[in-house]
């Protein structure tokens, strides 16, 4: 009997051995637990050719009616002819486009509706493509490349400033913003905005101070930072005596004194003002040497005609066009799209 605690402690001893060897056991052999990544929402854009699409254009209707005619006849010319410059393409473009589709269907060439809207798209086309389009950017130079943004307000060229600015981070460059419109308070506070979303950097200076010193104190320290490129927004309207075309031809001398180059002029156009946008580029192409135009709210528009008055009357290419809000909807224009959805029926 005096033997008994002993043997109990003994038994009490190995259960507690044996159940701790089992816990670590069973710790040393529990997988580590994997945290999985939030889930990736992928969000779509509407495709481009599909705003472009939604032009409010106006030549669909002329379109649908002419092939719901059996033939050609003088009531098919003139629906046309009225579509064409309701659509602000312009008296000498309208002409210049129906003119030689008149012969061609008197010679017999073309003989029904189908083929006549067939042809007026292809003379349409053929008086776009081939233009050289892209975005002037010379990496050869010595400095900075500056890119001027000209046009009056409301045209929408602080914000095309920005998308354009997205687009050259997203290429890899180095870019700074010239915050030049310094007479519209709200412009560098708005481009403020545009450089943080972009990924670039920016220069200000005080609201009212000359933008042509803004201008090139930012090409100066784009050039001593190593910078690619410098984007300078410009005035589109004064708030004092100096005449605005005089102003922009001195910020462009004054933006090449310094170690850049001015590669590109891009006037930014609203496409909702028709023929309007057409005398701003002739008074803005005289007085900076337009390189390139950006046509914004073609979504919007049914005035897309001015594409073919800007680019026949004055040669100055669309570059890029707007269709919508976000940084994706500034694209490249495309002729032959273009032409498609202005007469696309659907």
């Known amino acids: 009997m005096s ?41 779509v854009a509407a495709p481009v050719v599909e705003k472009k699409r939604s032009f409010k254009n106006v030549l669909a209707g002329a379109v649908s009616s002419v092939l719901g005619r059996g033939e050609i006849n003088d009531t ?23 003119e030689p589709l008149r012969a061609r269907v008197k010679a017999k060439e073309i003989s029904t509706p189908a083929e006549l809207i067939t042809a007026l798209q292809n003379d349409m086309s053929s008086r776009l493509v081939g233009t050289n389009r892209e975005l ?11 890119w001027l943004m000209v046009g009056v307000n409301g045209a929408g060229k602080t914000t095309s400033l920005g998308k354009i600015s997205a687009q050259q981070v997203a290429l890899g460059r180095k870019v700074l913003m010239a915050a030049g419109d310094t007479f519209r308070a709200a412009a560098g506070e708005q481009l403020q905005t545009w450089a943080e979303r972009s990924g670039a950097e920016i220069i200000r ?11 090139f104190d930012a090409v100066q320290a784009a050039n001593a930072r190593k910078f690619d490129l410098v984007l300078a927004d410009t005035a589109g309207r004064l708030q004092n005596n100096t005449n605005l075309m005089e102003e922009l031809r001195k910020v462009r001398r004054v933006a090449e004194k310094g170690a850049g180059t001015v590669t ?35 979504d919007g528009s049914s005035k897309g005609g001015i594409v073919f008055a800007i680019e026949t009357e004055l040669g100055i290419p669309v570059k890029l066009v707007g269709l919508g809000e976000t940084m994706e909807d500034l694209v490249a224009f495309n002729p032959t799209e273009f032409v498609e959805a202005l007469c696309s029926t659907t």
């Open 76 to 98: 098919s010319w003139d629906d046309l002819e009225e579509a064409l410059l309701r659509a602000d393409v312009g008296v000498k473009v309208a002409q210049a486009l129906l």
């Open 136 to 146: 002037n950017f010379d990496a050869s130079i010595d400095g900075p490349n500056i």
């Open 205 to 215: 200076g005080a609201e009212g101070s000359d933008p042509s010193s803004v201008i």
């Open 264 to 298: 590109e002029t891009l006037l930014v156009i609203d496409a909702t003002t028709g023929q309007n946008g057409l005398s701003q580029a002739r008074l803005f192409a005289d007085a900076t040497q337009v390189t390139g135009v950006v046509l914004t709210k073609l």
């Open 3 to 43: 033997n008994f605690p002993i043997i109990f402690l003994i038994l009490a001893a190995v259960v507690l051995v044996f159940g701790f060897g089992v816990v670590i056991q069973s710790r040393r052999k529990k997988p580590t637990p994997v945290i999985a990544p939030a889930p990736v929402v992928e969000v």
